[in-house]
């Protein structure tokens, strides 16, 4: 942690813990709103930060006259009522560790206002979780600043329930908990991120264009409006979490592979359930779903698996070994339009030639452009503390670097 900035300002930049692919078994729905709890435990995959990041910094100074969170190198309300809530959340739990009683800390006051800023790698409410990566970077950033140490789910959580597994790097689980007011609701890692280093994920956009339908409404009207997304948090998921848990402890990639896509798919026909229906696949997305099937049954066994969040972008996961020969696919399928050389980023991946049969066996005539690029990283650990200054995004007087 560098020294303060403005005035006393101690002064903090994170890399953030990276998108949380929606994998397997996931949220729902929120039982509770205000306190952002779910109806059904949830599991994800924390992704590598060297390809899909948000950095934030956070300051607080007496200098400053009001809370400001700049976004991507906007300012942005901090009146959210989220934000607020995380705001809230961080302060209080400062309060309740000072009236405990702790000599070690320095003079601070809660009363101080803070200044954020932060930066999303990847596109921003775009169906990639950002908002996971995002809060769960913030509340890190924030429990430096206010010296909060021990489990930061309640903070995280109140930005976004996802969040709360970002915090953690590897196979992150958030058990939903029981009692009312959240308290055992909160995250827990199941595996490091080195537990599984052939695992490899593709995250294929095809659109990285703001979503119609916010995930936290669209998954409200789902809440009251579909029976089976009540039977599905009831009777199927705790079930498949078990199972889900049970594949990563063993590295059982085709059990894993086929309760993805099967759980993918459960929460999609979830949202078709949901009254008024709520679509956040597309005919691309469709067309990966095919890919993906045609793949499988040509290598007669299940090599890859995709999964959609709440948005049209596929998150694919495979095996190391898997990734040249499907990323040929990909683009046989979806010849990338203008940008060839930039159709892939993140890990290297050497081109290797499709075979006659394997071009066969992807029916359908190609789409060119469908698929915008494709990022090809894997799994990753949660947040970092960057101690060079200049990763900062603050400058010493408090506001942006680039606006400063
Ligand atoms: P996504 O699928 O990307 O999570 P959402 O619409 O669910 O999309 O969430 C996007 C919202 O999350 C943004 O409008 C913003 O309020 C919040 N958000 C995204 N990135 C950050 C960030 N780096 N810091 C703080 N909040 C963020």
Redesign the pocket.
């Known amino acids: 942690m560098a020294p303060g900035g403005a005035g006393d300002t101690p002064e903090v930049a994170l890399s953030?813990p990276s998108?949380t692919s929606r994998k397997s078994v996931t949220g729902g729905g929120k039982r509770d709103e205000e306190l952002i709890l779910p109806i059904n435990s949830s599991l994800s995959v924390t992704l590598s930060q060297d390809q899909l990041k948000?950095t934030?910094t956070a300051a607080i100074s007496t200098d400053f006259t009001e809370d400001r969170?700049w976004?991507?190198g906007r300012e942005?309300d901090v009146g959210?009522p989220?934000?607020q809530a995380c705001l809230r959340e961080i302060r209080r739990l400062a309060r309740k560790r000072r009236g405990a009683g702790d000599g070690d800390s320095p003079p601070l006051s809660l009363s101080y206002k803070v200044h954020?800023a932060?930066?999303?790698n990847f596109?921003?409410?775009?169906?990639?979780?950002?908002?996971?990566?995002?809060?769960a970077?913030?509340a890190y950033a924030l429990a430096r600043v206010y010296r909060v140490e021990g489990d930061l789910s309640e903070v995280a959580r109140r930005?976004?329930g996802s969040a709360c597994r970002s915090l953690y790097g590897g196979f992150v689980e958030w058990q939903m908990g029981e009692q009312a007011d959240g308290k055992d609701s909160i995250a827990r890692q199941l595996a490091p991120e080195g537990h599984w280093p052939q695992l490899r994920v593709l995250v294929l956009v095809v659109s990285a264009e703001?979503?119609p339908t916010?995930?936290?409404v669209g998954m409200q009207t789902s809440v009251e409006t579909s029976a089976l997304l009540k039977f599905r948090a009831e009777s199927v998921v705790p079930a498949r979490m078990r199972e889900m848990a049970r594949c990563i402890q063993d590295r059982d990639f085709q059990r894993f592979a086929q309760l993805t896509m099967k759980d993918s798919n459960q929460f999609h026909a979830t949202c078709l359930d949901t009254f008024p229906p709520i679509s956040y696949l597309n005919d691309t997305s469709r067309r990966i779903i095919q890919l993906v099937h045609a793949f499988n049954a040509y290598c007669g066994q299940t090599k890859v698996a995709y999964t959609f969040?709440?948005?049209p972008n596929a998150v694919v996961f495979t095996l190391e070994d898997t990734v040249a020969e499907f990323v040929a696919a990909v683009k046989h399928s979806f010849p990338p339009a203008a940008n060839g050389d930039r159709f892939l980023k993140g890990l290297p991946v050497t081109p290797v030639p499709l075979s006659d049969e394997l071009k066969a066996a992807l029916a359908g005539d190609p789409t060119p452009g469908g698929v915008q690029y494709v990022i090809v990283t894997q799994v990753g650990p949660g947040p970092q503390v960057l101690d060079d200054p200049h990763a900062h995004l603050l400058g010493s007087d408090g506001l942006p670097k680039q606006a400063s």
């Open positions: 953030g998108m948000t934030t969170i976004l991507n942005e959210q989220r934000l954020v932060s930066v999303n596109p921003t409410a775009a169906g990639l979780a950002s908002s996971a990566a995002g809060y970077c913030l930005g976004s703001r979503k916010g995930s936290t969040d709440a948005g």
